[in-house]
Protein backbone atom coordinates (compact mmCIF):
# COMPACT_ATOMS: atom_id res chain seq x y z
CA UNK A 1 0.00 0.00 0.00
CA UNK A 2 1.51 3.29 -1.15
CA UNK A 3 1.27 5.44 2.32
CA UNK A 4 0.13 3.39 4.95
CA UNK A 5 1.70 0.82 7.10
CA UNK A 6 2.11 -1.83 4.68
CA UNK A 7 3.89 -0.29 2.21
CA UNK A 8 3.94 -3.00 -0.99
CA UNK A 9 6.76 -0.92 -3.14
CA UNK A 10 6.83 -3.62 -5.78
CA UNK A 11 5.12 -6.40 -7.77
CA UNK A 12 6.31 -9.18 -10.13
CA UNK A 13 3.86 -10.95 -12.13
CA UNK A 14 3.31 -12.91 -15.34
CA UNK A 15 1.76 -11.54 -17.97
CA UNK A 16 -2.12 -12.44 -17.83
CA UNK A 17 -2.15 -11.92 -14.21
CA UNK A 18 -3.93 -9.80 -12.21
CA UNK A 19 -2.96 -7.33 -10.42
CA UNK A 20 -4.51 -5.12 -7.32
CA UNK A 21 -2.77 -2.04 -5.49
CA UNK A 22 -3.90 -0.22 -2.90
CA UNK A 23 -2.99 3.38 -1.86
CA UNK A 24 -4.37 4.74 1.99
CA UNK A 25 -4.60 8.71 1.92
CA UNK A 26 -4.45 10.90 5.07
CA UNK A 27 -5.37 14.61 3.80
CA UNK A 28 -9.46 15.12 3.41
CA UNK A 29 -10.15 14.68 -0.35
CA UNK A 30 -12.78 14.41 -2.68
CA UNK A 31 -11.20 13.37 -5.74
CA UNK A 32 -8.55 10.30 -6.09
CA UNK A 33 -6.26 9.87 -9.41
CA UNK A 34 -4.37 7.32 -10.62
CA UNK A 35 -1.61 7.83 -12.66
CA UNK A 36 1.19 5.49 -14.49
CA UNK A 37 4.83 6.69 -14.91
CA UNK A 38 6.84 4.58 -17.61
CA UNK A 39 10.87 4.63 -17.31
CA UNK A 40 12.16 7.98 -17.79
CA UNK A 41 7.98 9.60 -19.02
CA UNK A 42 5.97 12.01 -16.97
CA UNK A 43 2.91 10.14 -15.25
CA UNK A 44 -0.50 9.91 -17.28
CA UNK A 45 -3.80 9.79 -15.65
CA UNK A 46 -5.18 6.51 -15.99
CA UNK A 47 -8.68 7.04 -13.63
CA UNK A 48 -9.98 9.48 -11.68
CA UNK A 49 -12.59 8.43 -8.85
CA UNK A 50 -14.70 10.61 -6.93
CA UNK A 51 -15.94 10.56 -3.36
CA UNK A 52 -19.56 9.62 -4.52
CA UNK A 53 -18.33 6.88 -6.37
CA UNK A 54 -17.71 3.57 -4.68
CA UNK A 55 -16.19 2.07 -7.81
CA UNK A 56 -15.01 3.40 -11.75
CA UNK A 57 -13.97 1.11 -14.14
CA UNK A 58 -11.98 2.31 -17.43
CA UNK A 59 -11.24 -0.90 -20.10
CA UNK A 60 -9.14 -3.27 -17.91
CA UNK A 61 -8.48 -1.16 -14.44
CA UNK A 62 -11.01 -0.91 -11.98
CA UNK A 63 -10.59 2.13 -9.37
CA UNK A 64 -12.23 1.70 -5.42
CA UNK A 65 -12.72 4.28 -3.03
CA UNK A 66 -13.67 4.30 0.62
CA UNK A 67 -13.60 7.51 2.10
CA UNK A 68 -14.62 6.49 5.38
CA UNK A 69 -11.19 4.56 5.62
CA UNK A 70 -9.59 6.76 3.48
CA UNK A 71 -7.81 4.29 1.18
CA UNK A 72 -8.17 3.52 -2.85
CA UNK A 73 -7.59 0.19 -4.79
CA UNK A 74 -6.40 0.11 -8.06
CA UNK A 75 -6.21 -3.55 -10.39
CA UNK A 76 -5.33 -4.46 -13.79
CA UNK A 77 -7.04 -7.27 -15.19
CA UNK A 78 -5.03 -9.38 -18.02
CA UNK A 79 -2.12 -7.53 -17.09
CA UNK A 80 0.40 -7.15 -20.50
CA UNK A 81 4.02 -6.55 -20.27
CA UNK A 82 3.20 -2.82 -21.80
CA UNK A 83 1.61 -2.29 -17.54
CA UNK A 84 4.77 -2.70 -16.60
CA UNK A 85 5.32 0.97 -14.71
CA UNK A 86 5.39 2.75 -10.89
CA UNK A 87 1.64 3.67 -10.57
CA UNK A 88 0.84 6.42 -8.08
CA UNK A 89 -2.58 7.25 -6.58
CA UNK A 90 -3.06 11.10 -5.50
CA UNK A 91 -5.44 13.32 -3.77
CA UNK A 92 -6.87 16.36 -5.42
CA UNK A 93 -6.64 19.31 -3.18
CA UNK A 94 -8.97 21.31 -5.18
CA UNK A 95 -6.80 22.32 -8.14
CA UNK A 96 -4.19 23.92 -5.82
CA UNK A 97 -2.48 20.26 -5.25
CA UNK A 98 -2.00 16.70 -6.28
CA UNK A 99 -0.77 15.09 -3.51
CA UNK A 100 1.22 11.47 -4.66
CA UNK A 101 1.44 8.49 -2.63
CA UNK A 102 4.86 6.41 -2.49
CA UNK A 103 4.12 4.69 -5.84
CA UNK A 104 4.12 0.84 -6.68
CA UNK A 105 6.27 -0.46 -9.38
CA UNK A 106 4.77 -3.28 -11.29
CA UNK A 107 7.22 -5.48 -13.60
CA UNK A 108 5.28 -8.00 -16.13
CA UNK A 109 6.62 -10.67 -17.00
CA UNK A 110 6.12 -12.04 -21.19
CA UNK B 1 -4.81 20.06 -29.85
CA UNK B 2 -3.44 21.37 -26.42
CA UNK B 3 0.36 20.38 -26.12
CA UNK B 4 2.83 20.97 -22.96
CA UNK B 5 6.04 21.24 -24.12
CA UNK B 6 9.41 21.58 -21.56
CA UNK B 7 12.52 22.25 -21.98
CA UNK B 8 15.86 21.23 -21.84
CA UNK B 9 15.17 17.77 -22.26
CA UNK B 10 18.25 16.76 -19.93
CA UNK B 11 21.13 19.34 -18.69
CA UNK B 12 24.46 18.51 -16.65
CA UNK B 13 25.57 21.79 -14.29
CA UNK B 14 27.88 22.33 -11.88
CA UNK B 15 27.09 22.99 -8.54
CA UNK B 16 26.81 26.29 -7.88
CA UNK B 17 25.66 27.37 -11.42
CA UNK B 18 22.38 28.89 -12.49
CA UNK B 19 18.93 26.96 -13.94
CA UNK B 20 16.44 27.63 -15.85
CA UNK B 21 13.79 25.10 -16.91
CA UNK B 22 11.13 25.84 -18.72
CA UNK B 23 7.50 24.79 -19.45
CA UNK B 24 4.62 26.08 -22.59
CA UNK B 25 1.33 24.74 -23.04
CA UNK B 26 -0.24 25.33 -26.31
CA UNK B 27 -3.81 25.01 -27.04
CA UNK B 28 -5.38 25.92 -23.78
CA UNK B 29 -6.28 29.37 -22.54
CA UNK B 30 -5.45 30.48 -18.53
CA UNK B 31 -4.79 27.04 -17.29
CA UNK B 32 -3.81 25.85 -13.96
CA UNK B 33 0.34 25.09 -14.21
CA UNK B 34 2.05 23.29 -11.61
CA UNK B 35 6.25 22.33 -10.91
CA UNK B 36 6.72 18.80 -9.98
CA UNK B 37 10.53 17.54 -8.43
CA UNK B 38 11.14 13.93 -8.31
CA UNK B 39 14.09 12.20 -7.02
CA UNK B 40 15.50 8.72 -8.79
CA UNK B 41 12.81 6.16 -7.82
CA UNK B 42 11.17 8.62 -5.68
CA UNK B 43 7.61 9.87 -5.59
CA UNK B 44 6.33 13.09 -7.02
CA UNK B 45 6.94 16.81 -5.02
CA UNK B 46 4.86 19.43 -6.04
CA UNK B 47 7.21 22.38 -5.68
CA UNK B 48 5.18 25.46 -7.27
CA UNK B 49 1.49 25.87 -8.90
CA UNK B 50 0.10 28.98 -10.58
CA UNK B 51 -3.50 30.34 -11.24
CA UNK B 52 -3.03 33.20 -13.40
CA UNK B 53 0.14 35.31 -14.89
CA UNK B 54 2.00 36.89 -12.36
CA UNK B 55 0.99 34.95 -9.78
CA UNK B 56 3.04 32.11 -8.46
CA UNK B 57 2.65 29.94 -4.94
CA UNK B 58 5.16 28.23 -3.09
CA UNK B 59 4.39 24.52 -1.90
CA UNK B 60 8.13 23.49 -1.28
CA UNK B 61 10.74 25.72 -2.08
CA UNK B 62 13.94 23.81 -2.34
CA UNK B 63 15.91 26.88 -3.19
CA UNK B 64 14.14 27.23 -5.98
CA UNK B 65 12.14 30.04 -7.22
CA UNK B 66 9.14 29.97 -10.29
CA UNK B 67 7.57 32.78 -12.80
CA UNK B 68 4.75 32.75 -14.95
CA UNK B 69 5.63 35.75 -17.55
CA UNK B 70 3.01 34.71 -19.93
CA UNK B 71 -0.16 32.82 -19.30
CA UNK B 72 1.15 29.88 -21.29
CA UNK B 73 4.35 29.83 -19.99
CA UNK B 74 5.68 28.47 -16.77
CA UNK B 75 9.59 28.79 -15.32
CA UNK B 76 11.57 27.09 -12.72
CA UNK B 77 15.00 28.95 -11.79
CA UNK B 78 17.94 29.33 -9.00
CA UNK B 79 21.03 31.12 -9.00
CA UNK B 80 22.71 28.36 -7.35
CA UNK B 81 22.70 24.93 -8.16
CA UNK B 82 23.06 22.06 -4.75
CA UNK B 83 23.68 18.59 -5.64
CA UNK B 84 20.10 18.05 -4.19
CA UNK B 85 18.60 19.49 -6.93
CA UNK B 86 19.07 16.54 -9.44
CA UNK B 87 16.57 14.96 -10.03
CA UNK B 88 13.17 15.16 -12.65
CA UNK B 89 11.45 17.94 -12.96
CA UNK B 90 8.24 17.87 -14.37
CA UNK B 91 5.54 20.62 -15.38
CA UNK B 92 1.84 19.69 -15.18
CA UNK B 93 -1.11 21.84 -16.10
CA UNK B 94 -4.93 21.38 -15.90
CA UNK B 95 -8.03 23.50 -16.22
CA UNK B 96 -9.75 25.38 -13.00
CA UNK B 97 -12.47 23.27 -11.41
CA UNK B 98 -11.12 20.22 -13.14
CA UNK B 99 -9.13 17.74 -11.93
CA UNK B 100 -7.68 16.16 -15.38
CA UNK B 101 -3.83 16.64 -15.06
CA UNK B 102 -1.57 16.43 -17.82
CA UNK B 103 1.93 16.05 -17.29
CA UNK B 104 5.28 17.39 -19.49
CA UNK B 105 7.86 15.03 -20.48
CA UNK B 106 9.73 16.59 -17.83
CA UNK B 107 13.84 17.62 -17.50
CA UNK B 108 16.21 15.21 -16.33
CA UNK B 109 19.14 17.41 -14.14
CA UNK B 110 22.03 16.04 -12.68
CA UNK B 111 24.02 18.33 -10.31
CA UNK B 112 28.01 17.35 -10.51
Known amino acids: SQWGEENLQALSIQEGEDVTMNCSYKTYTTVVQWYRQKSGKGPAQLILIRSNEREKRSGRLRATLDTSSQSSSLSITGTLATDTAVYFCATDQGGRALIFGTGTTVSVSP | AQTIHQWPVAEIKAVGSPLSLGCTIK??????LYWYWQATGGTLQQLFY??????VESVVQLNLSASRPKDDQFILSTEKLLLSHSGFYLC???????????FGSGTRLLVI
Open chain 2, 50 to 55: SITVGQ
Open chain 2, 27 to 32: GKSSPN
Open chain 2, 92 to 102: AWSLPRNSDYT
